[in-house]
């Protein structure tokens, strides 16, 4: 069905509830585990309905934030989730206590009930009013990023819109998008930093209440993190620190005698070359268009996806007045079609689009064919990320349909800036951990503390004057630091492992095809170092990990000279 055509009914609690409560009795009394999974697959079709309905509304707003009907129905979502979160973990305790677990475990998982397990430990009645506000301070977040437009050379621009400019060869025009991006930002300076206040003492509340020290355990374990914790993340993050600041410096180094400056400013820090970056050669229509072949050509597996994400109207990719920032893939569990969201800007970034959150879509897609529990669908966070990642690189062969004669410098800036990004994520995560460790941190304190970590893992960046980002406070951009928290270390785990799959595609493209493929395949079934394991990969926090990466990376970027 197209997305036009997805009709949209407003979930109603209380049928939902009775419904629920029906099925909970049914797992409660079931006589045999056969019962007991017969009333599992029922409350899975509920949850099905349930999520697309919710989802729906979500993607709807998002496209449009002024569109009052959908604004309406996202809070109302907002509103009835933690509801719908508790009915949920009702259901789970009572698989959990099933006097059958040992039946159940055998024929549905045991990794399913060590989620369940998790779960549990994320929510109780008495937090429900907690996760509301939640709900409601991340909307008002997302509403005034979604609302910030700026003059821009007599024009009156969304804030995504400029992107080229920061990218511009010109010097003088990326400082001003940087000042003018800055200038709005600082104008929203007590709005942003009352935003953040709320949403530590919520979080550390919600902690408190659920009996953990502070938010950081109860963040793993709504990310589901089932193998790994804070211990094997800030080793990773040491690596990083040790191991891989050193060659992206190498890497500043190089760009900085490319552009002919003294001193890299950060308006300088994503130009990576001095007559601009590689950007798409055609209008939006026309990479779009690009995409859909290259994902014909690539598998018998791809073709199906693209034809059936097309096909379907299941992209939203250009930026408009009211619609929301960033970029997102979802997916709307009754029809088993994955939906991409995304705004385009005329950057590199608009292919990555179809190279990166395709990887997510499908992965989906698959999934929701596979058969298994949609609680099994999705792997933990990194693993979704190593997804599309990977896809970013293995789409290597075709990036010529998108840049043309720019191909090659694209490929070695996707590959710097792919380098380059890792030192950043463990930033954000280890000030996402500082900040957790710390609620009571003036917003001074915040910014102070956000310019060390500065210093730890990208000491070449030079803010000079520049509003907003020399007073330390340029987290305030990045999305997920208010709307998912502990969520942005994933990305660079799985950066790693993306970087592993291209390199295994440099010697053998169709076995490594095979490999990604299999760890798509995998889905949620496994937990992260099981698949990893499982294609032959190196888990990104084993000693010695990112060295070898950055090592792998130095040399071919030295036999890839532009």
């Not at 430990?121 to 937090?127: A, G, L, W």
Request: glycine share 6%.
């Amino acid at each position: 069905m197209k997305f036009s055509e997805m009709p949209y009914v407003r979930p109603n609690l209380e049928e939902i509830k009775a419904t629920f409560d029906r099925i909970l009795e049914r797992i409660e009394t079931a006589g045999s585990a056969q019962e007991q999974i017969d009333a599992c697959m029922d409350y899975e079709r509920e949850g099905k309905a349930i999520s697309t309905a919710c989802t729906l509304a979500h993607v709807r707003h998002t496209i449009d934030t002024k569109d009052e009907f959908y604004d309406k129905e996202n809070d109302y979502v907002d509103e009835i989730s933690p509801a719908i979160q508790e009915l949920n973990q009702k259901v789970n305790m009572a698989l959990l206590g099933s006097k059958f677990r040992g039946e159940l475990e055998e024929k549905l998982g045991k990794l399913l009930f060590t989620n369940l397990e998790i779960s549990v430990r994320t929510m109780k009645p008495e937090i429900m009013d907690l996760m509301q506000e939640e709900n409601k301070l991340q909307s008002e977040y997302q509403k005034l990023y979604a609302s910030a437009m700026v003059e821009w050379e007599g024009q009156t621009l969304p804030l995504p819109k400029l992107g080229p400019f920061k990218q511009s060869p010109d010097r003088a025009v990326r400082k001003a998008a940087y000042e003018t991006e800055g200038r709005w930002f600082d104008s929203h300076q007590a709005e942003l930093d009352e935003l953040y206040s709320k949403l530590i003492k919520n979080r550390t509340a919600q902690a408190k209440a659920m009996g953990y020290e502070n938010y950081i355990p109860l963040g793993y374990d709504r990310m589901r993190r089932n193998c790994w914790g804070p211990k094997e993340c800030a080793a990773f993050r040491e690596q990083i620190a040790r191991d891989m600041v050193p060659v992206v410096a190498r890497v500043k180094k190089d760009q900085e005698q490319r552009l002919g400056v003294d001193k890299l400013k950060f308006y300088d820090d994503v130009l990576l070359f001095p007559d601009g970056n590689a950007n798409p050669q055609g209008t939006p229509d026309e990479i779009l268009a690009a995409g859909l072949e290259m994902y014909r050509e690539l598998s018998p597996e791809t073709k199906e996806f693209a034809e059936f994400l097309f096909g379907n109207e299941l992209l939203d990719v250009l930026s408009k007045d009211g619609k929301a920032p960033g970029g997102y893939c979802t997916e709307f569990a009754d029809y088993e079609a994955p939906f991409i969201f995304s705004n385009f800007n005329g950057t590199s970034g608009d292919v990555d689009v179809l190279t990166h959150e395709a990887g997510h879509a499908f992965a989906a897609y698959r999934a929701m064919r596979s058969g298994c529990l949609s609680a099994l669908e999705q792997p933990t966070m990194e693993g979704c990320e190593t997804h599309s990642m990977s896809m970013e690189f293995l789409t290597s062969p075709w990036h010529e349909k998108f840049f043309g004669p720019l191909t090659r410098k694209y490929e070695v800036g996707h590959c710097e800036d792919s380098l380059i990004f890792i030192p950043y994520g463990c930033m954000v995560d280890e000030f996402q951990h500082l900040m957790y460790e710390n609620p009571d941190l003036t917003p001074a304190q915040r910014n102070e503390t956000w310019l060390k970590l500065e210093k730890k893992y990208r000491p070449w960046i030079d803010f000079e004057d520049l509003p907003f980002y020399g007073r330390g406070a340029g987290w305030q951009r990045q999305l997920h630091i208010y709307l998912y928290p502990l969520y942005y270390i994933d990305y660079c785990m799985a950066q790693t492992m993306a970087f592993q799959f291209w390199m295994a595609s440099m010697e053998n493209r169709e076995d490594a095809w095979k490999r990604y493929l299999a760890f798509v395949d995998i889905a949620g079934t496994k937990t992260f170092e099981e698949a990893a394991q499982a294609v032959g990969m190196k888990l990104p926090y084993a000693p010695g990990c990112i060295k070898e990466i950055g090592e792998a990376i130095s040399k071919w970027i030295d036999a890839n000279p532009i």
